[in-house]
C-alpha cells in the first residue's frame, strides 16, 4: 500500500524566512513524487515534480530515498505562497496512467 | 486549449434528485478522473477511465455512475445521493504512458450540496 504523510496540518512563518514543509511516504516500489499546491479559491495545481528536479516559484524538493521523504523548502518566503500544500505519490510505471495519493496537506500562512 | 473545464461551478440537489457533473479536456490526455473533496481534506479518487474504459472505481457507491462518451468528456451522474455527499467534486486528467503521464490537470471543481 502507498501512504503519503504530511506531519503539519499548519505552519506559519514570517516573510523572507526560510520555509520546509514536509513529506514522507511508503511505498514498496519505485515511486514518483509531486508537490500540488491549492491557493484560495483556484484549482489543485502542480508545483513540481521530482524527476524533473526544477525549481518552480523559488521552491525546491529533493527525494531522498533513504528516508523516504521528499520535502517542500524555499529560502525566502513571500506573502503569495499562503496557501494549502499537499504531497502526492504516483504508483504508475511508464506504461500507464498514475493513481495518485495525496498527503493530508499543510496550510502555510505567510505573515507579512 | 490546456484546461480542464467543469460545469456547473455549483449545484444544489435534493436526495431525490438526478443530476449530471460534467468535465471536458481538449489536451488529447486519454486517462481522465473523477476525485471527491471536502473542505480542508485531500482529493478522494472515485473512479479513474483510460482510453474510454473505466479502468479504476475505488468501491464508490452506484448512486455515482461515470460515463466517458468519448476521450474529451468525462460525465458522473448523480442519484439518490445523501447530504454526506456534499462536497467539491474534481476532475482531472493526464496522458497515458511515457514520463509525463503522471502529472494530472485538475478542474475547477463542482460544488455540490445535497439537501
Known amino acids: 500500500a502507498q501512504r503519503v504523510t504530511q506531519p503539519e496540518k499548519l505552519l506559519s512563518v514570517f516573510k523572507g524566512a526560510p520555509v520546509e514543509l514536509k513529506c514522507n511516504y511508503s511505498?514498496?516500489?519505485?515511486?514518483?513524487l509531486f508537490w500540488y499546491v491549492q491557493y484560495s479559491r483556484q484549482r489543485l495545481q502542480l508545483l513540481l515534480r521530482h524527476i524533473s528536479r526544477e525549481s518552480i516559484k523559488g521552491f525546491t524538493a529533493d527525494l531522498n530515498k533513504g528516508e523516504t521523504s521528499f520535502h517542500l523548502k524555499k529560502p525566502f518566503a513571500q506573502e503569495e505562497d499562503s496557501a494549502m500544500y499537499y504531497c502526492?505519490?504516483?504508483?504508475?510505471?511508464?506504461?500507464?496512467?498514475?493513481?495518485?495519493?495525496f498527503g493530508q496537506g499543510t496550510i502555510l500562512t505567510v505573515h507579512p | 486549449d490546456t484546461e480542464v473545464t467543469q460545469t456547473p461551478k455549483h449545484l444544489v440537489m435534493g436526495m431525490t434528485n438526478k443530476k449530471s457533473l460534467k468535465c471536458e479536456q481538449h489536451?488529447?490526455?486519454?486517462?481522465m478522473y473523477w476525485y471527491k473533496q471536502k473542505a480542508k481534506k485531500p482529493p478522494e479518487l472515485m473512479f479513474v477511465y483510460s482510453y474510454e474504459k473505466l479502468s479504476i472505481n475505488e468501491s464508490v457507491p452506484s448512486r455515482f455512475s461515470p460515463e466517458c462518451p468519448n476521450s474529451s468528456l468525462l460525465n458522473l451522474h448523480l442519484h439518490a445521493l445523501q447530504p454526506e455527499d456534499s462536497a467539491l467534486y474534481l476532475c482531472?486528467?493526464?496522458?497515458?504512458?511515457?514520463?509525463?503521464?503522471?502529472?494530472?490537470?485538475f478542474g475547477p471543481g463542482t460544488r455540490l450540496t445535497v439537501l
Open positions: 489536451m488529447g490526455h486519454r486517462a
Open positions: 482531472a486528467s493526464s496522458q497515458v504512458g511515457g514520463k509525463s503521464n503522471n502529472e494530472q490537470f
Open positions: 502526492a505519490l504516483s504508483n504508475a510505471g511508464g506504461t500507464s496512467y498514475g493513481k495518485l495519493t
Open positions: 511505498y514498496s516500489g519505485s515511486p514518483e
